[in-house]
């Protein structure tokens, strides 16, 4: 047999294939199904904090900032805890990052605060002298996109099983119910709630204008993003 | 003896001769070669291993140039032939063989002994690093007190603290707390208007807004604007200048006569201390610039730290 396989280039390739197929998968997939189940703590991101999201991918936050905690000391020190497969379980896409020139954000709304980043975001040399993280002013004019934070909500809910509406573990005991809309205009009801929110820490007063007239500048909504990093 | 042979001595004769002169030349000229070598056992292990191995290249080399010079091709064809190139029934070298059953024992070894499986995790790696970390911290820092502590509260300041309240601590025009003095007269005006729950005890123990804020120098009746302005300023100023009389009517009771605060009841509001600094680090602090989150990765002895030298830059 092992002649006649010498002798078939082909259906010795399809073997090969097929070997190292069976041990990938009995070795990764069970391994992997477990790890990514989300952990405790881990909720899904709510309607303004996704739009958030989508403002921090569309500004490619994620060329210069990871959002992966190595399990070095050195990076434990600075970031928090290292991190886990499962906490990445509703980001679709992760935002791992390849390249720190900035820092590590996995973990920023355990240290940071919406004014700081309020502060940072407007002039970042006013809060760290000599940063080379440019200002990103349209942030506080341009309005966040609550339509596709909706249609994004409505997918993952229905074919990836995110448990919105439904109770989570938090780490402290207790349980977290992370709200989704049934229609549009209750998406951009729920994203103003929260906007107020945000908004009520800030100090541009044109922001907090936008806010009450209804309207959400992006700056709340990645700010609502980054302080859900935790 | 084969011509050859004499080449092979020649030529190690020559390379030692290279080696140990050179050795002398930089080692110092006047030391001996057996000084050089007994002076650590490392260049010695070097020289000896280098040796060895030029002998055994050289001669080993020889060894084949002659087995290509007068052997000629003997033993049993295999039956296949490739094209018309054919392979002998060699058996396998003992040297191999010996090799390969040895590979065979250190593999048990590693699986079994060595290294078991699942023995290993990166997270276990990390867990026995940092308490092998924390172990020699505790050691090293754990008496440090007066300048050392202020020392080490300045560099924790500057990695973790700098990026709100600036490099002198100063709060980077109002985006933070100004640390060089415990509490500014707007700071005190909004507390004693909107009262406040911090936990700056290391507990809850709220403060009331103005209307639960009574004047007993005028028959228990709230505190008025007037007394208010008065009163932060006083404050504010190190409890000197007017504004006693609000303060001892008003305040003495959580805060003590001199502000210091009373124990269970008020935090210190005439100077920082380190228990007040280490309670803002462990649970956060919301106040009229804004929220500062809580700290909890530094460990008690960072705190400590932080907390003298905020009391010894705010004198």
């Not at chain 2, 593999?107 to 924390?134: C, F, K, L, R």
Request: charged fraction near 20%; charge should be negative; glycine fraction near 8%.
């Amino acid at each position: 047999m092992f002649h006649w396989l010498e002798k078939h280039p082909f259906f010795f390739a399809v073997g090969v294939f097929i070997a190292i197929a069976f041990a990938g998968l009995i070795e990764i997939l069970p391994n992997f199904a477990q790890a990514s189940r989300p952990v405790i703590g881990t909720a899904p991101y709510s309607t303004l904090e996704l739009a958030g999201r989508h403002v921090y991918i569309k500004n490619s936050c994620n060329a210069c900032h990871s959002q992966l905690v190595r399990p070095f000391k050195s990076e434990t020190d600075r970031y928090g805890h290292y991190s886990l497969s499962g906490e990445y379980a509703y980001d679709r896409p992760f935002l791992w990052g390849s390249k720190r020139t900035g820092p590590d954000l996995m973990r920023v709304g355990n240290y940071r605060t919406t004014d700081w980043h309020e502060n940072h975001m407007k002039d970042p040399h006013s809060v760290v002298p000599g940063s080379i993280m440019p200002a990103y002013k349209w942030l506080f004019t341009n309005k966040a996109d609550i339509d596709t934070v909706y249609a994004e909500q409505l997918t993952v809910a229905q074919h990836f099983s995110v448990p919105y509406n439904q109770d989570v573990p938090m780490r402290d005991g207790s349980v977290k119910n992370v709200k989704m809309a049934q229609s549009l205009s209750e998406a951009h009801e729920i994203a103003l709630e929260e906007a107020k929110a945000v908004a009520v820490d800030m100090k541009d007063q044109d922001v907090k204008d936008a806010v009450s007239r209804g309207e959400i500048p992006e700056i709340v909504a990645l700010i609502a993003y980054m302080n859900s990093l935790k | 003896m084969n011509k050859l042979y004499l080449w092979g001595i020649i030529v190690v004769a020559i390379m030692f001769g290279a080696t140990a002169y050179t050795l002398v030349l930089t080692g110092g000229g006047n030391k001996s070669l057996t000084d050089i070598l007994s002076g650590d056992i490392v260049n010695a292990l070097a020289i000896t291993g280098a040796a060895a191995l030029v002998v055994i290249t050289v001669f080993v080399v020889i060894k084949y140039v002659r087995q290509m010079q007068v052997d000629s091709a003997t033993g049993d064809l295999a039956d296949e032939n490739w094209d018309g190139i054919g392979e002998y029934k060699n058996s396998l070298p003992t040297g191999w063989a010996v090799m390969f059953l040895l590979t065979m024992v250190w593999g048990m070894w590693y699986w079994t002994i060595g290294y078991p499986v699942n023995a290993y995790s990166q997270i276990g790696e990390y867990n026995e690093d940092t308490a092998v970390h924390n172990a020699k911290f505790e050691a090293k820092y754990k008496d440090i007190t007066g300048d050392r502590l202020v020392e080490m509260g300045e560099s924790v300041f500057l990695a973790e603290c700098k990026v709100c309240h600036g490099i002198n601590a100063d709060g980077i025009d109002g985006k933070a707390a100004n640390l060089n003095h415990r509490i500014d007269a707007a700071s005190v005006k909004h507390v004693i208007e909107n009262g406040s729950n911090n936990k700056l005890l290391g507990f809850e123990m709220p403060m009331p807004d103005r209307n639960g804020l009574m004047n007993a120098n005028s028959g228990y009746a709230p505190i008025t604007d007037a007394e208010i302005e008065l009163v932060s300023r006083f404050v504010a100023n190190g409890m000197t200048g007017e504004g006693a009389e609000v303060f001892a009517g008003t305040c003495v009771m959580c805060h003590g006569a001199d502000g210091m605060g009373v124990d269970s009841m008020g935090p210190n509001i005439s100077k920082f201390d380190t228990v007040l600094v280490t309670n803002v680090l462990t649970h956060g602090k919301k106040g009229m610039i804004g929220v500062m989150p809580k700290f909890d990765r530094l460990n008690d002895k960072q705190k400590e730290a932080v907390g003298a030298y905020i009391t010894n830059i705010s004198k």
